[in-house]
């Protein structure tokens, strides 16, 4: 298993990286890795399972696979050097082993044979499931406990997710998922949802040791850059032409000299209640998040 993961699949994150302390680095990179992990299991990703050091498992269906992950993981059991790293991690940090349970139940959903979201209600739930356990679980090695700034980092990964979701409908759509509608209002739609839940988790970066937070920044910004140029495409056909959207490295460059201007207008934000109250509200109809927070 090759142990960066992180620089091989996401170069914006990785980008972001740079501004990070090595200690932080190295947690981050533990973190994207067990998760890239089952998420490409879930993908069935070939490149990728031929990497499984366990080579017995390979010939299993993904959710087998993933499975298998997961007993290990309630068992405390070293499977493997990534599931073992994760452990450790997990202990240092004392972050509540329930999330865990959550990423698992968002990325056995992406097993079905054929994936169907049919409200807004399922949509934040497999977002939160799938990248909002992410944003805590950084956030719980950034230090963060505030809870308001908890629920943005929550909301940081929502927004990604959705990101992710409005990119990938072609992609997902060859993979018996469908998230949202392959139409372009549906993915106007989902780039406008994903805007509130970054403006969210604006003010939640504050909350972070000075020395972390433009790494986090600089992530957030050009992430979103994504959603802004999926916009310009303008309509379907257009949208359908361009091919996977991504943020070249120009492009990163000025996304992150303008997060200086972010840095700055945070020194000067306050931080307040969390304001997405309703949309929280909605997912914990299934999930109690304040027992992750």
Known sequence: MKNNLLKKYAKSFYWAGFFLT??????????????????????SNPEFIDEIENHKYTNKKSKEILQT???????????????KDMYELFEREKISRIIIEDLFDGLESDCQEKVEINSEKDLLIYCYRVAGTVGLMMSKILNVHDKNS??????????????????????????????????????????????????????????????????IIVARRIYREIGHKIMRKKNITNYNNSGKVYVSSFEKIVQTLLSISDLIKLAFTRIENHKLGQEHSIIMEEIKLNERI
């Open 150 to 215: 908890l629920k943005g980092a929550i909301d940081l990964g929502i927004a990604m997710q959705l990101t992710n979701i409005a990119r990938d409908v072609i992609e997902d759509k060859k993979m018996g998922r469908r998230y949202i509608d392959h139409n372009f209002e549906s993915i106007v739609k989902t780039i406008k949802m994903a805007e509130i839940f970054y403006n969210s988790s604006f003010q939640a970066i504050k909350s972070i040791p000075l020395k972390y937070r433009f790494s």
């Open 69 to 83: 992950y997961k007993t290990y993981w309630r068992n405390k059991s070293d499977f493997d050097s990534v599931t």
């Open 22 to 43: 090595s200690e932080i680095y190295d947690k981050s990179l533990i973190i994207y890795n067990y998760c890239r992990t089952l998420d490409d299991i879930a993908d």
